[in-house]
């Protein structure tokens, strides 16, 4: 099938079976990963592996474009509104989440390696769920701000936590590696990223003011993005890193920052909608069968790890009762990011790589379905969103 032709049917179907979903009072993620799983090769096999090894130049645009999104979060005035909070809360449910997730895996299956690089997988939520479920259902107030800025938060320590667990990784998996390397690869990759990072925000700070014609609005952010995460993909930084870097720069430099990001939205919705829906033709049935026990043991501690760490971080800053019953919840969903990440190990790790994306794909089937809906639920339990 034609490229051309694969992306219509794609984005047909995914509209049409977000639409059914909606029905069910189910968001609209649900029904993109639902479509993908559908049409993709695994099930009717509309779409062939091929068509969707052709597209998956996609899912890095979206990645970059989600974690830009993630950028704005990193607003100085906002940050400082919540700031001790925010922080307290981020860093305690990901290092929690982390450990319990590192720890039970260990106990299991004995494999310092391969738990240790789940376990920072296991940090990662779903930013791009999680805000379209938000916008969806125009959820407004404390607990909505609080979840944007922890997850926007949560996904940079996830990021530096899993440059950090791939290097310990390594330095267990190789002799011949030395400790000088295992330690300057990643802060290569980190200081590289926020380097390019920067640089991208400053040229779109640069490029695009008060004076610009919404043409200029249009293009110029989403080509210097774009540059931005193939020049991280050519020197082997992280595009994740870079996006939330050029983002953040905007967020706090631009005088037309909203104008820019609410540009950059528009124009992401499409992208977002194919990025899910190749995300659900990524989910193999035979690997969802083959969740089994360690797979299970690992959502447990996961979902564990992320409610009783954001239940301690909410009593630690003293946080208003629904923020406190209610934020877990909202933290479970996990994608583009854990997907990302895996597919790295995956290609770094060729012992125990594929091992690690088959856990993880599978963990994602579970948590793409449960994870919005939970969020949906928190919003509207809360009051800070209704029911449409």
């Given amino acids: ?79 400082k509104k919540l700031a001790k909070s925010v922080i307290t809360i981020t860093f305690l449910q990901a290092f929690i989440t ?20 789940i376990a920072a997988i296991s940090a990662a939520t779903a930013p791009a769920a ?21 997850v926007a938060m949560d996904d940079l320590v996830c990021i530096i936590l899993f440059s950090i667990a791939n290097a310990i990784a390594e330095i267990a998996l190789s002799g011949s590696i030395t400790i000088v390397k295992a330690i300057a690869s990643p802060l290569i990759e980190i200081i590289g990223s926020f380097l390019v990072g920067g640089i991208a925000g400053l040229l779109i700070n640069f490029a695009v003011n008060r004076k610009s014609k919404q043409e200029s609005i249009i293009l110029i952010p989403m080509s210097i993005i774009l540059l931005s995460i193939g020049i991280s993909i050519k020197f082997e930084l992280s595009s994740l890193l870079t996006c939330v870097t050029a983002g953040a720069m905007i967020a706090n430099l631009s005088p037309i920052e909203a104008k820019i990001f609410d540009t950059a939205e528009d124009l992401s919705t499409h992208i977002y909608l194919l990025f899910f829906t190749f995300s659900g033709m990524s989910l193999d049935l035979n690997v969802i069968k ?8 690992y959502i447990i501690a996961r979902t564990l790890g992320k409610i009783s760490g954001a239940y301690i971080g909410t009593l630690v800053t003293k946080a208003e009762s629904k923020i406190k019953k209610n934020l877990g919840f909202g933290l479970l969903p996990q994608a583009g990011v ?22 993880i794909m599978a963990s994602v089937f579970v948590y793409e379905f449960v994870g919005p809906v939970l969020t949906k639920y928190i919003l509207i339990k809360s009051g800070e969103a209704q029911e449409h």
Wanted: without cysteine; aromatic residues 8%.
């Fill in 130 to 150: 999680t805000i379209m479920v938000i916008k969806e259902y125009r959820a407004r107030g404390t607990l909505t701000d609080t979840l944007i800025s922890v």
């Fill in 290 to 297: 083959g969740l089994g026990f360690i797979g299970i043991i």
């Fill in 1 to 79: 099938m034609n490229t051309i032709l694969a992306l219509g049917i794609i984005s047909i179907t995914s509209i049409i079976v977000a639409k059914l979903i909606n029905k069910l009072k189910l968001p609209a993620v649900t029904g993109y990963l639902l479509a993908g799983l559908l049409i993709g090769p695994y099930v009717l096999n509309i779409i062939s592996e091929t068509n969707v090894k052709d597209l998956s130049f996609i899912s890095d645009f979206a990645l970059g474009l989600i974690a830009f999104h993630v950028g704005k979060g990193f607003q100085i005035k906002q940050i």
């Fill in 338 to 359: 854990a997907i990302g990440l895996a597919a790295i190990a995956a290609t770094k790790f060729p012992t125990m790589g594929n091992k690690i994306l088959n856990l």
């Fill in 98 to 117: 982390v450990i319990v997730v590192f720890v039970t895996l260990l106990a299991f299956t004995k494999d310092m390696p391969f738990s240790l690089v």
